[in-house]
């Protein structure tokens, strides 16, 4: 096939174009910053502009545009940016897929915020109601401005991303540090249920549901099993030989989070049921198999 990727130079698009070239698809990458790489196409996203003939040519287009969720501190033109940054990217590759003879398919990055920040015990699988809050209302805007893509008869595929753990990235680069002094502490009581995944069973999901021109809709990129945040930094901390600290109180968490605090502390207990209806296998399916897989794979 041939695909284009925003924010392919990230923490998962990197992984994901790596992936996709070894799987023998072609992969050009939208770039912001002008380079001389031949799969290189600069794009302009807060203005709209995009090389549609690019556009015109693919078979999947990825968007995994947007500032990063994890910021301190939480200042409103972080805010801003975490919004503005998502819909400019997200509305310019869905126009650009509407403006197309043939329209690709669209996988658009989502994200787990999309059930809001806190529902207990409830399993969470595509069907599930939406939520609130802050990141809530964010994800939801970023999911709708999809919908061009959608109305022109685009295959959209919304990747509502969990936690996706590996050592040179994400959550476990800023959690290693800690953990290998033995610092390392759970979330407030850390019953709170986490939804994670090992990247390279994101990149692997991802390239799945491009590679399936029958899936279309939500897709809840996490591992099958559940996890709370206790269960993850005890695994953590033995996986390096290290002792846990005992809690980190909730109370300091949600005020140097800000607006983010509640997700930081909240339960999703989120199930990948579309992906597992359609036939996709983890290798790492568990806690353990995911945190062995971020620390040496």
Sequence with gaps: MRVVVGGASGFLGSALVD??????????????????????????????V????????????VNLSGTPISHWPPTKKWQESVLSSRLGATTTLAAAIARSPEPAAFLSASGMSAYGADRGDEILTEASTPGTGFLAEIVHAWEAA??????????????RTSLALHRSGGLLKTQLPAFR???GAQLGDGRQYM?????????????????RSDLSGPFNLSMPGDVTNKEF???????????????APAFLLRTAAGPVGDDLLGSLRMKPQALLDAGFTFDHPDLASVVDAALHH
């Design 146 to 159: 999809t919908q061009a893509a959608a109305d022109a008869g685009s295959r959209v595929c919304l990747l």
């Design 50 to 61: 995009v090389d549609q003939a690019l556009i015109d040519s693919a078979d999947v287009v």
């Design 19 to 48: 992936h996709l070239r070894t799987e023998g698809h072609e992969v050009n990458r939208l770039v912001r910053t002008p380079e001389t790489e031949p799969d290189a196409f600069a794009w302009n996203p807060a203005e709209g």
């Design 195 to 211: 939804a994670m995944l090992s990247r390279s069973d994101w990149v692997r999901a991802v390239t799945f549901v491009a590679e």
């Design 181 to 183: 002094l033995g610092l």
């Design 233 to 247: 930094s005890d695994v953590l901390a033995d996986a390096l030989n290290r002792p846990r600290w005992c809690a």
